[in-house]
């Protein structure tokens, strides 16, 4: 699994980083607060995945 991650690291950060980009569009377009949670949801997400915890994490 460790050497499945190493090897594909870039091609999984492209996929959770579109994940983001498209939650974050339906967001944007939909009036709703439900889709807005998802998508700060998987913002999180890549966050912890880019290591962005801590003294890392810029305030927003």
Do not use: C, Q, W
Not at 18 to 23: D, E, Q, Y
Not at 36 to 50: E, H
Request: neutral net charge; proline residues 3%; aromatic residues 2%.
């Amino acid at each position: 699994m460790i050497n499945y991650i190493a090897n594909h690291a870039d091609d999984i950060l492209t996929v959770a980083s579109g994940l983001v980009a498209s939650a974050s569009a339906v967001a944007a377009l939909t009036p709703t607060p439900k889709d807005d949670g998802i998508a700060l949801l998987l913002r999180k997400l890549l966050d912890v995945l880019a290591l962005n915890v801590g003294n890392a994490r810029r305030d927003r």
